[in-house]
C-alpha cells in the first residue's frame, strides 16, 4: 500500500500559477504510475494529468494542454504538477493518485489509492 499526501493549493488570481506536490509513502514509489484527478463543487472527479513509472509518458486532459505540467522525482518519492495561466474554471479540489497497473490511465477507476487533497481556488 502507498499513502499519499498533496501540497500546495491556495489562492491565485487568474492568470497566476501554483505548484502542487504529492510525496508517496510505503511501498516503492517508482512501481506506480501517478495522477491528478480535481473535484469542483457540484461535479464529478476529473482526469487532469498522469504521468509513467520512469516519467517518459504523461497524459493531460484536453483543458489543460498547454499549461500543466506533471513530472516526478522518483529519488525523493513526489510528483508534482505545475500550474500556469490559472483560470477561475479550474477551481477544485486537486488529488493525487497511484496505481500499479500497466499503463497510464485516465479514469478514476483505474487508480487504486487516493490522497485527500488540496483545494485550489482561482480568483477572477
Known amino acids: 500500500q502507498v499513502q499519499l499526501v498533496e501540497s500546495g493549493g491556495g489562492l491565485v488570481q487568474a492568470g497566476g500559477s501554483l505548484r502542487l506536490t504529492c510525496a508517496a509513502s510505503g511501498r516503492t514509489f517508482s512501481n506506480y504510475i501517478m495522477g491528478w484527478f480535481r473535484q469542483a463543487p457540484g461535479k464529478e472527479r476529473e482526469f487532469v494529468a498522469a504521468?509513467?513509472?520512469?516519467?517518459?509518458?504523461?497524459r493531460y486532459a484536453d483543458s489543460v494542454k498547454g499549461r500543466f505540467t506533471i513530472s516526478r522525482d522518483n529519488a525523493k518519492n513526489t510528483v508534482a504538477l505545475q500550474m500556469n495561466s490559472l483560470k477561475p474554471e479550474d477551481t477544485a479540489v486537486y488529488y493525487c493518485a497511484a496505481h500499479a497497473g500497466l499503463y497510464v490511465g485516465i479514469e478514476t477507476y483505474d487508480y487504486d489509492y487516493w490522497g485527500q487533497g488540496t483545494q485550489v481556488t482561482v480568483s477572477s
Open positions: 504521468i509513467s513509472r520512469n516519467g517518459g509518458n504523461t
